[in-house]
């Protein structure tokens, strides 16, 4: 896939590297040359230094037959017009645009971009992992007849084992993330005071859970 990334500071660097990574046609366009040192030292992409404004730069960065841009500056209103040209002019479908600043998130869905914030959302992770109690709930399916649960491990489950944390047959465990890294465990996994454990189950199973919690001095 012949992919457009505008911007190449952290977060443009990191998702130009990714998807080179997996084997995309990069091309990177930042305003500041030295922005490119952000990039690892093995990217083979292309890297244009320039206005990114430019319909001259657009075009010499290839918009005319790329499949994917994604507009990651730290400027919302170069972000929202780039994303807006970007589909409206060169007919590029899968736009997505980087919301820096909260307040102008509104500008951007009056566009009718795909947006991603970093700054909300992170903030919403944060709230979500700090608030009290070890279960919240983070999808629900069907009617609320199975759901995703998302459980913060704490010091009472501190080296037991997944199988004896976790009623076997009643939940699902998708996976356990540990120091910011997902993985899948196994049933002889060593739980460790403050994994997030991501679970399915049903009302029967998430109480069998609740009760181990009390069991383990959970309040």
């Known amino acids: 896939m012949n992919v457009i990334v505008v911007g ?5 660097a990191e998702l130009a590297y990714r998807l080179y990574q997996n084997r995309h046609e ?3 366009i930042d305003q500041v040359g030295e922005a490119f040192q952000n990039l690892p030292p093995d990217f083979r992409g292309r890297m244009l230094e320039g206005d990114v404004l430019s319909s ?4 010499r960065a290839g918009l005319g037959t790329a ?3 994604a507009a990651v500056t730290s400027a919302d209103t170069i972000n929202a017009v780039v994303g807006h040209v970007a589909r409206t002019v060169y007919h590029i479908r899968n736009v997505v645009v980087r919301n820096f600043d909260p307040r102008y998130r509104p500008m951007h869905e009056a566009f009718g971009l795909q947006i991603v914030s970093s700054s ?3 903030a919403q992770r944060m709230e979500e992992m700090l608030a009290p109690g070890a279960l919240h709930t983070v999808f629900s399916a069907g009617n609320g007849e199975i759901e995703v649960y998302e459980m913060l491990v704490h010091a009472g489950w501190d080296g037991h084992t997944l199988q004896a944390a976790v009623p076997t047959g009643q939940c699902l465990v998708i996976s356990l ?3 910011g890294r997902a993985l899948q465990p196994t049933p002889d996994t060593l ?3 403050g994994d997030i454990l ?3 189950a049903d009302q029967t199973g998430i109480e069998a859970v609740r009760q181990r919690l009390v069991a383990l001095g959970e309040k």
Not at 56 to 59: E, I, P, Q, T, V
């Open 8 to 12: 190449c500071g952290r977060m443009g």
């Open 26 to 28: 990069i091309t990177v």
């Open 56 to 59: 001259d730069m657009l075009h």
């Open 67 to 69: 499949q994917a841009l």
């Open 120 to 122: 909300s959302w992170g």
């Open 177 to 179: 993330t540990r120091a």
């Open 191 to 193: 739980l460790r005071a």
């Open 198 to 200: 991501h679970l399915s």
